[in-house]
Structure formats: C-alpha cells, structure tokens
C-alpha cells in the first residue's frame, strides 16, 4: 500500500511538472494580427524614379506632384488615379536604377496590428549568370489600400535569381 501511494505521488508530481513545462513554451497567441486587402494600380519597370525609396500619398497635391515626377518619361503622361483620400491612399515602392533588365520589386502583403501597418516588400535581383535585357530599368510597384494612420514599416526581403 505505501508503495502505491508513492507511484500514485510521482505519477501526479511528473504529470504537473509535464504540464507545466508545456504551458511554458507555448509561443503568445494573443497577438492579434490581419492581413489588409489592397489593389495593384501599376507595376512595372520604366519611370523616373532612380532610388529605393517607398512613398506614402495621402493628398491629391502629393499625388499629382508625384505622379508628374514618376510618369516625366510618357508623353503623353498617364492620366491620374482617381483616389477618395478620405477612404484610401496610395503606397509606391521603387527599387531604383540598374543598367540591365532582371530586377523587379512587389508588395506582397500587407498586415495591421495594434502598434503598426507592416508592409513586405519582395526585391528580386538576376543571378550572376542570368540573362538579362541590355536596358536601364527602374522596376516599381504602386498600390491603392485602405487609409491607415499609425505608424508604417516596411520590411524588404531580397532574393537572388539562380540561372545556370
């Protein structure tokens, strides 16, 4: 009898301790994150833009500065997104200017938290080897999303392409 107490002691002391270290490398899930929807207005890989740089539109003055900038090359120059900039506003990332083709740039996703908007930006650069247009490029990607107004991260990831 007294050794069925013992086993029955360190059958519930184990099954605590297990319990235990189990609630302690549970990862926090109470983080409440949601992806945000947004439409593509423009991608693409000729303008004028030859710096990597993200821009965040929220007027039609900043639009219509920036669009004039950006589109100096066409003639005739694109006609201007109608935007309700009570409801939404316009995000561009620019990846700058390479001498060759094989470079793009794509927002991928988006998601809002309680601190801040993350936005993922892809770069894509061509391998060594690739194959590559002999063209100036200035690979971009512009966006209309939701109007937002906390604060804006961006996180760019780059990837190589392999080309044998």
Request: glycine share 4%.
């Amino acid at each position: 009898m007294n050794q069925f107490i013992r086993c029955s002691f360190l059958l519930v002391y184990v099954t605590i301790s297990l319990n235990l270290v189990n609630c302690s490398t549970k990862k926090n899930t109470t983080t409440k994150e949601r992806q945000l929807e947004f439409s593509t207005l423009y991608k693409g890989f000729y303008c004028t833009q030859n710096k990597r740089e993200n821009n965040i539109i929220k007027d039609s003055k900043a639009l219509e500065a920036f669009w004039n900038k950006t589109f100096a090359k066409e003639f005739p120059i694109r006609d201007l997104p109608r935007i309700d900039f009570s409801k939404q506003m316009l995000i561009a990332c620019f990846n700058g200017e390479f001498n060759s083709g094989g470079h793009s740039i794509e927002i991928t996703k988006i998601t809002k938290s309680k601190r801040s908007i993350q936005i993922n930006v892809d770069i894509t650069r061509p391998g060594m080897k690739c194959a590559t247009s002999a063209a100036f490029t200035q690979p971009y990607h512009i966006i209309l999303v939701d109007l937002f107004k906390t604060n804006i991260d961006f996180v760019d990831s780059t990837t190589t392409t392999v080309c044998n």
